[in-house]
């Protein structure tokens, strides 16, 4: 599969659990008709899940397995994946790479308000705090595709779905 023979482009939407990547994903789906792919979701659907990681309380994911089952989906372009990692998807795959983040407060009030306690709240604050997912991404795809967005209120949110339908469109002038 290479790029250029994609129609629409394809959008990794990453970053720390509760930054809001399901919210952006599923609002620019309505927006823009793209598949919205639940990474997590998949990986279940699809069997993909190994043996239990005691410490973090969740399944293993078999990478290699759900990229199998990934290929053909993203093949045409117009995906927007959705995941909290992003190194282990090739490269060719993605065309524009969002990291979205949001501040301390914010998102502690949204993990605890998911039930998060103890060391997987606080990983997941540190992960945050550490820009791991930035860090993740700027490593793992072009810095020219990669682009971080603030996620911390309503407005934010609104602003960042226009933001990307604008890239979209800019992608779609320089590539068709
Ligand atoms: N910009 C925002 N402003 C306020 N709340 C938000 C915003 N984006 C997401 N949320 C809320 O934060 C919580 C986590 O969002 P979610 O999209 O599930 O995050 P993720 O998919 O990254 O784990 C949800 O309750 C969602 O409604």
């Given at each position: 599969?290479?790029?250029?023979?994609?129609?629409s482009?394809?959008?990794l939407?990453?970053?720390?659990?509760?930054?809001?990547?399901?919210?952006i994903?599923?609002?620019?789906?309505?927006?823009?008709k793209?598949?919205?792919?639940?990474v997590?979701k998949?990986?279940?659907?699809?069997n993909?899940l190994?043996?239990y990681?005691?410490?973090?309380?969740?399944?293993f994911?078999?990478?290699?397995?759900?990229?199998?089952?990934?290929?053909?989906?993203?093949?045409?372009?117009?995906?927007?994946?959705?995941?909290?990692?992003?190194?282990?998807?090739?490269?060719r795959?993605?065309?524009?790479?969002?990291?979205?983040?949001t501040?301390?407060?914010?998102?502690?009030?949204?993990?605890?308000?998911r039930g998060?306690t103890?060391?997987?709240?606080e990983?997941?604050?540190?992960?945050?705090?550490f820009?791991?997912?930035?860090?993740?991404?700027?490593?793992?795809?072009?810095?020219?595709?990669?682009?971080e967005?603030?996620?911390?209120?309503?407005?934010?949110?609104?602003?960042?779905?226009?933001?990307?339908?604008?890239?979209?469109e800019?992608?779609?002038e320089?590539?068709?």
């Amino acid at each position: 599969m290479e790029t250029r023979k994609r129609i629409s482009p394809n959008i990794l939407i990453t970053g720390t659990p509760g930054v809001g990547k399901s919210t952006i994903s599923r609002l620019l789906a309505e927006r823009t008709k793209f598949a919205w792919r639940e990474v997590s979701k998949l990986a279940e659907e699809y069997n993909c899940l190994d043996e239990y990681d005691p410490e973090y309380n969740c399944p293993f994911l078999n990478e290699d397995k759900l990229l199998d089952v990934m290929e053909g989906m993203v093949a045409k372009g117009g995906n927007i994946v959705d995941y909290h990692g992003c190194d282990f998807f090739p490269e060719r795959w993605f065309d524009g790479v969002f990291v979205v983040r949001t501040n301390n407060t914010s998102l502690y009030d949204r993990l605890t308000a998911r039930g998060y306690t103890g060391k997987k709240l606080e990983d997941n604050i540190q992960c945050e705090i550490f820009e791991t997912l930035l860090e993740e991404a700027q490593s793992s795809y072009k810095p020219e595709i990669v682009q971080e967005l603030q996620n911390n209120t309503e407005d934010q949110l609104h602003s960042n779905i226009n933001t990307i339908v604008e890239w979209i469109e800019r992608w779609k002038e320089e590539n068709i």
